[in-house]
């Protein structure tokens, strides 16, 4: 969220919120059992936030590919 967009890999992006949608879906499970409410709170919280962000994926992996040339955005600068 902080880095220049254009260092940004869209593909280790797309990765890493897949795996922690993955991570988080298990970490849920297993708390639902056990007599830890809070963190099971903050793991749903997680969950929810990468949940939030998971729809922009595609927009930033479409925007990021190399079709997309310096030539795209010359009217930014």
């Known amino acids: 969220m902080n880095d220049p967009f254009d260092e940004v890999d869209a593909s280790s992006v797309e990765e ?3 795996n922690a949608i993955k991570a988080m879906v298990s970490v849920i499970r297993f ?3 056990k007599e ?3 963190i ?3 793991a749903e919280q997680i969950k929810a936030d990468v949940d939030l962000f998971k729809p922009w994926v595609p ?5 990021r590919t190399d079709g997309m040339k310096d030539r795209h955005w010359d009217m930014l600068t």
Do not use: A, H, W
């Open 36 to 38: 830890l409410p809070l």
């Open 59 to 63: 927009i930033l992996t479409s925007l």
């Open 31 to 33: 708390f639902k059992d």
């Open 16 to 18: 890493t919120v897949d």
């Open 40 to 42: 099971l709170k903050i």
